[in-house]
């Protein structure tokens, strides 16, 4: 043994004197950074739990978790980050990413504690003493994310007016998959989409470039993408967790990028129709509107006969017969039409129920009948002179111009309303070559008219009246319509608590000069294709069809769906009516086995 | 039609009146081919049945809470036009026809509660006015959510 061996031990007491290196009290003393990676934080009322930080998390150290009180709504999946920090590297690539700016960091670094769980928190939702710390690492300037839409060419404004030439071009393939690649594929859209389509998985096969797989994606929920993909009200764009800081994914027209890529003549042999099975069962389908399309197609995918019987010459409903066709060339529905005829799908065009066909046989002869009447017949605008040469209504008018009509309407029209059926008037109107002038009772911003269409009809020259009520037509020697009297509205307090309303201003009245009006203030159904026994039986609730979530009516054996059914009167909800009660008609059928 | 001489009278009127229009409506209801405008008839006949029956309790208790609350007026029934009332009518035009109903019912008791010099019946018929003006609203309400939904 050395002599330093024996001295060590009573050295080593020195130390007791000697100021320690180590800190007692490290925040106080020595706080993080004020953009240090820390403990996370998350902004649960602002987070809509898509999910792009689990996806994006190297470690696996992130699980989107139910929470409570966190119900999934349309926007919201409900759930919300879970971190483990035996996993986080505190790379914070999942703050950087963050659709919602929600996530973040604190400065906090210290945390102890004798229970390994503790360390696997749910930010936001767990108490934590970091909760309120201002400081740490928040999503930076530069972006991770692709936030600008790639712009879709269009016709321009000054020329599209003198034609009805279709004014949106499509995407090429450069831009659809430019485009398909800032979806994050969270989901949060499919919810939201009323006939719930998988989204993210048609984004995908963009992607992929398998558009075969795409065509077959679109049609497990929808038999119209090609309609859908030009005219769609894209309900699941307004949820697009990308357009929380950016432009949303232009979820539509990709839709309509894959229907253009394959050729009509293969859709047969892609999606399975080659040959279908038989039940032996037939079911009877009273208008061919999307919502009677789209139950035909899958009705007749489960096996059932079907007939459609038609009122008019051609199917299509408001999609032939009130869609403009600068925004829906008409051959795109002759394709699809075609695909089911060749299923098998028999369809009696010139046929009114009620009138040509009995409902009552209807009835009697199929074993299910599915109704989607639409809502053809146009409210009243109940004013003075509403009679007169040169008052027409909406509906009226655009089914004349889509059968090729070009009627003359004179130095100006003043369209009456403010929905999609206003502005297509509108801007029909200015392709005709008249002025036009929209008269609107509220603001601009109570419009349900989809804004694209507001904004188009403003760039094609269409001027907006808002907060004014007509209140008499007026015409001259002739009974030709001459002028409109309208009066300045204020606006008031809703009484029941929503948005204001309308009230006209005594002594506003102005005097328009005008040579056509346009009607286009809503629609509602035409029941007289009822007998009197079903009408009975049949509850309407404020013009529509009561149905259960089968889309089954009070009628047993009667489903109906569309716009005389649900509230959003769009094109993709009718096809989701269609769908369910296809699915709801073969669990009635099916079970009578 | 001759003036009202006291209370009873009036409340007495009032009260027949919503009877009318209880009337009115079951009749409309039994001679229309339409379901839905049956059942619609039917509500609005039972909504006449309520205020009758309120009138009737004032005429038992005698009393009478005065109305001084301003409801209002959305003023759609008067720019809209007439209509006939008939079986065949659509939800619009019943619509239509309710709430000018309403209307007429509002002015006749505004016009009496003008016309009265007693304070005890300007404020009973102010009060009738304004319960008129409150079943106006209602279907003025409705008809600016579901007729002009897109206007």
Known sequence: MKIKDIITPFSAWSNIVVKPVTIKDPLNERPGAERYRGFHKNDIEACIGCGTCEVICENAAIDLVPVEGKDASSGDSGLRPMVDYGRCCWCALCVDVCTTKSLTMSNEYTWVSTEGDDFRYTPGVDDKAWNNNELGWKKPDYELLPLSREVMDEEHASERVGSFIEIVKGYSLKQAEKEADRCVSCGICIATCPAHMDIPGYIRAIREKDYEQGLRILYETNPLPEICGRVCTHRCEEVCSIGYQGDAVAIRWLKRFIADQVPFDQYKRILGLDSLKESGKNVAIIGAGPAGISAAYYLRTLGYGVHIFEAKEKPGGMTMYGIPKYRLPIEQLDAEIGLLEEMGVTISYNTKVGKDVMFNDLRQKFDALFVGIGFEVPYQMAITGEEFKGSIQAIDFLRRVNQGERPDLGHRVVVIGGGNVAMDAARVSRRLGTEVVVLYRRRIEDMPADPEEIEGAEHEGVKFFTQTIPVQINADERGNVKSITYLKAEMVDDPKGGRPRPVAIEGSQTILEVSTIIGAIGQEADYGFLDSESAKMLTVERGRMKVDKSNQTDIPGVFAGGDAVNKTADAISAIADGYRAAKGIDKMLGSND | ?151
């Open chain 2, 1 to 151: 039609m001759k003036p009202f001489e006291n209370i009873e009278e009036i409340i007495k009127f009032a009260i027949d009146s919503e009877q009318e229009a209880y009337d009115f409506y079951t009749s409309l209801a039994h001679k229309t081919s339409s379901i839905q405008m049956k059942d619609i008839f039917l509500g609005y006949a039972l909504e006449e049945a309520g205020h009758k029956k309120k009138l009737e309790s004032i005429q038992q208790s005698r009393q009478f809470v005065a109305q001084s609350e301003k409801i209002q007026n959305l003023k759609i029934a008067d720019y809209i036009v007439e209509i006939e009332p008939g079986p065949d009518m659509t939800y619009q035009e019943a619509l239509i026809v309710a709430m000018k109903k309403e209307k007429a019912a509002f002015k006749l008791y505004s016009d009496l509660a003008d016309l009265s010099t007693d304070n005890l019946l300007k404020s009973l018929f102010h009060t009738l006015a304004q319960e008129e003006a409150k079943h106006k609203l209602r279907f003025e309400l409705e008809y600016d959510d579901i007729i002009l939904k897109d206007n």
